[in-house]
């Protein structure tokens, strides 16, 4: 029973630290965003929000997505992370209905370790999910569209490497050390 109970508080603990974390943007204030915002490093490119106007670059979540207006746009983890997917839009301008993205992922030591291109993203000028099966760690995303400018993207969705929060070591580890101490005294 007690051995049950410190199992609960280090699962407790760990479980923290699991699950995928979706990126929306909506909680911010129009304008660019932030240089770290939602456990990712914006500051190495012009990231811009951008308001749900339909039937252009309609977002996924309301009311914003993200856009750049750098020709190859990246963002870095704060933490190693899987990179799951992102939703794309690009707009229904005849000029770039063959839009697509190129997504590279780039690993903890900057080496380049998965590639894909979204199919094209016009029309209808309505979110498409762009999912990644690539499993490993990276830290580096960097995207390459056809035509700068003319796509946003929504939901950025990762789930970040196993470690214990800050929190959970100040709250939990003195706890289940005293339960330790008092387990090996029965
Ligand atoms: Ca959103």
Known sequence: MRWGLLALL?????????GSTVVNFDD??????????GGIDWSASTWWMEYDSPPY???HSQPYSVFSHDSSPTWVFET????????FNGNNDSE??????NVKLFDTDDNLVWEATTPSLNPPGLP?????DYTGWVERVTLTPVYFNRWTMDDVTYTAAPGLPAVSLVVFAPLAGAIVRR????
């Open 128 to 132: 498409v999910w762009f999912g990644c």
């Open 96 to 101: 770039t209905s063959d839009q697509t993205i």
């Open 10 to 18: 280090v699962s407790l603990t760990v479980g923290q630290a699991i």
């Open 57 to 59: 670059f309609p977002a």
């Open 80 to 87: 190693p992370s899987r990179f799951e997917g992102v939703w």
């Open 183 to 186: 387990l090996r005294k029965s």
């Open 28 to 37: 911010l204030p129009y304008g660019s965003v932030p240089a770290s915002y």
